[in-house]
């Protein structure tokens, strides 16, 4: 059993920066996968950026060049550094991680506004 904690969401303008953090009870360094997802008003949940097991990062088109994915293997947290942020970047943001079965974090919520 993984949890994930998410944390570092909030109000930002357009334009703005965020960094959204997931913390992890286990050694982040034992997950075959971790990754954000989004999921915006009425909306499915979309992939914005996913760590595999060989260290390549995926994003998703929308967010290649703004978003940046990091990890801190000391302190167990994963990162999302958002910056140039959209309206369309609104949503929950949730943690996903794979050891052997899959783990989600319970969301956090980024609101892009003016």
């Known amino acids: 059993q993984v949890q994930l904690v998410e944390s570092g969401g909030g109000f930002v303008q357009p334009g703005g920066s965020l960094r959204i953090s997931c913390a992890a009870d286990?050694?982040?360094?034992?997950?075959?996968?971790m990754g954000w997802y989004r999921q915006g008003p009425g909306q499915e949940r979309h992939l914005v950026a996913l760590?595999?097991?060989?260290?390549?990062?995926k994003y998703a088109d929308s967010v290649k060049g703004r978003f940046t994915m990091s990890g801190d293997n000391a302190k167990n947290t994963m990162y999302l550094q958002m910056n140039n942020l959209k309206p369309e970047d609104t949503g929950v943001y949730y943690c996903?991680?794979?050891?052997?079965?899959?783990?989600w974090g319970q969301g956090t919520q980024v609101t892009v506004s003016s």
């Open positions: 996903y991680a794979v050891e052997i079965d899959e783990y």
């Open positions: 286990v050694s982040i360094s034992r997950l075959k996968v």
């Open positions: 760590i595999l097991e060989d260290g390549m990062i």
